[in-house]
T-cell receptor, first 114, second 114 residues
Framework: DSGVTQTPKHLITATGQRVTLRCSPR?????VYWYQQSLDQGLQFLIH???????AKGNILERFSAQQFPDLHSELNLSSLELGDSALYFC?????????????FGPGTRLLVL | AQSVTQPDIHITVSEGASLELRCNYS??????LFWYVQSPGQGLQLLLK??????LVQGIKGFEAEFKRSQSSFNLRKPSVHWSDAAEYFC????????????FGTGTLLAVQP
């Protein structure tokens, strides 16, 4: 158990819908990262938040957005869903987001868009 | 551009045999390297990491990896594989800079024969 929690574990929805994925980092960690794992793209970095502020963006679609709240939990919002958004979405956390830090991953949320 | 290559998509070994999973990286600065394991339906678990110092690092579950700067490699090894080691293994490089995002290889799926 990494200490990172993600809800829900599974999500099935239809094209055009909007969903919210939630992540709680390990106790004391200020940085939260989101990654997407899909069959065609592999594991890709989406976005990084540190202490409530966006630190970096990766290959994140404009239909996707995220935020980190004062209690440090984070939400990833996916809208206007398409079939190709079906994937496993991971959240990871680390202490501050600096180099020489280990990222600890949650169990993931598996999203299926029908 | 920074990248990580895992040339072997799928490897099958017999239980008790030795294992080596290859990882090559392309990164201009000092690399921070990781190996993660993903069991079916599970999240990513950290096996080991290299930040600096001794180029042979020990990890959990009897795994080790050796950093070779001259070959830009960070190969994962285990002297005797157990059936429970069947999983997908990912090599990753920490990007550093303003964000500590991870760049992952495409993964190597390990099957263990009895």
């Amino acid at each position: 158990d990494s200490g990172v929690t993600q809800t829900p574990k599974h999500l099935i929805t239809a094209t055009g819908q909007r969903v919210t994925l939630r992540c709680s980092p390990r106790s004391g960690d200020l940085s939260v990262y989101w990654y997407q794992q899909s069959l065609d793209q592999g594991l890709q970095f989406l976005i990084h938040y540190y202490n409530g502020e966006e630190r970096a963006k990766g290959n994140i679609l404009e239909r996707f957005s995220a935020q980190q709240f004062p209690d440090l939990h984070s939400e990833l919002n996916l809208s206007s869903l398409e079939l190709g958004d079906s994937a496993l979405y991971f959240c990871a956390s680390s202490a501050r987001g600096a180099q020489r830090e280990t990222q600890y991953f949650g169990p993931g949320t598996r999203l299926l868009v029908l | 551009a920074q990248s990580v290559t895992q040339p072997d998509i799928h490897i099958t070994v017999s239980e008790g045999a030795s294992l080596e999973l290859r990882c090559n990286y392309s990164y201009g600065a000092t690399p921070y390297l990781f190996w993660y394991v993903q069991s079916p339906g599970q999240g990513l678990q950290l096996l080991l990491k290299y930040f600096s110092g001794d180029t042979l690092v020990q990890g959990i579950k009897g795994f080790e990896a050796e950093f070779k700067r001259s070959q830009s490699s960070f190969n994962l090894r285990k002297p005797s594989v157990h059936w429970s080691d069947a999983a997908e293994y990912f090599c990753a490089v920490a990007f550093g800079g303003a964000t500590n995002k991870l760049i992952f290889g495409t993964g190597t799926l390990l099957a263990v024969q009895p």
